[in-house]
């Protein structure tokens, strides 16, 4: 399976790494650390120069109970930064539920939108496809952060969440959208028992002949597993879930700590595609 980045193509025979860079001050594990555009662009090329295969670029936390950001705002913070960190060289993802915020930047280069609403505004599908962009559709329950815990409540969330996925996806590229990678959203609106049905059974919705992208970094189920509170220090235990979807059929992972998954992949990979050869 390839992924059509605009200009370029990712393969996804083996999982990519997509690093995080947060531009917001609320972030639930970095916020306020690359707000400003020097430090940001730093954080960017250590990013790259780690493994990362694409920068996924965020003006506004999706944290539960985070507050909206305004149109305005977001653009300021981002926008700047995409520019400089498209000269990079590396493909850029836009992770907005905006669709004026995508236009932006897929006007300035970007690569890929990865909105994290649920298609809860289809014109940000309308707007991917016009520039020929993959869009990320991921589940959530509720598009409004401050409201998604509230709404965690499934039957069989597997089932629900794949049902869900499917209708996204097809609805965007009815909207025209070229390829459609999905994600189950881990951690919105939903609880420890249905992020751990969903990892343990990730190949249900890798098996939809979609590109599958987790994001699993730092995130409280890792907490809830390990008993780490502190965000910045779920290394370890963000490396396993990341290796356990990989196994599952994720092919992107969307991660904080590049270096550490460049490291544990390149074993794991090894094993999984071994023949016996070398
Ligand atoms: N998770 C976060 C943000 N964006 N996008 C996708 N496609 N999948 C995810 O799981 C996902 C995402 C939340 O993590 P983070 O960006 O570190 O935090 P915050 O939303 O507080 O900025």
Not at 140 to 150: E, G, I, L, N
Request: charged share 25%.
């Amino acid at each position: 399976m390839k992924l059509k980045l605009r200009d370029r193509v990712l393969g996804l025979e083996r999982p990519r790494l997509m690093g995080v860079l947060n531009l917001t001050p609320d972030s639930f594990s970095d916020g306020g650390r690359y707000l400003a555009p020097g430090a940001a662009l730093e954080h960017a090329r250590r990013l790259v120069a780690e493994g990362a295969e694409i920068l996924d670029l965020g003006a506004e936390s999706t944290r539960p109970g985070a507050a909206p950001v305004p149109l305005e705002e977001e653009r300021r913070r981002l926008l700047p930064v995409l520019e400089a960190v498209l000269e990079l060289g590396v493909p850029v993802s836009v992770d907005t539920r905006k669709p004026e915020v995508a236009e932006a930047a897929l006007r300035l280069g970007a690569h890929l939108v990865n909105d994290t609403s649920g298609l809860a505004d289809p014109r940000i599908a309308e707007v991917a496809a016009r520039y020929d962009a993959p869009l990320v559709v991921m589940h959530t329950p509720h598009p409004d952060p401050r409201r998604m815990m509230a709404a965690a409540r499934y039957l069989d969330i597997v089932a629900e969440v794949r049902a869900q996925l499917l209708k996204w996806a097809r609805r965007a590229e009815r909207l025209g959208v070229p390829q459609v990678v999905l994600d189950p959203g881990f951690g919105f609106g939903k609880k420890r028992e249905h992020n751990l049905a969903l990892l343990a059974r990730l190949s249900e919705l890798a098996g939809l002949g979609y590109p599958l992208l987790v994001g699993l970094s730092r995130k409280r189920l890792i907490g809830e597993l390990t008993g780490v509170e502190a965000a910045d220090q779920r290394v370890c235990g963000s490396v396993a879930a990341h290796l356990a979807a990989a196994a599952r059929g994720a092919r992107i992972l969307r991660v904080h700590d590049v270096a550490a998954h460049r490291q544990a992949l390149a074993v794991f990979w090894e094993v999984e595609v071994w023949d016996g050869s070398s």
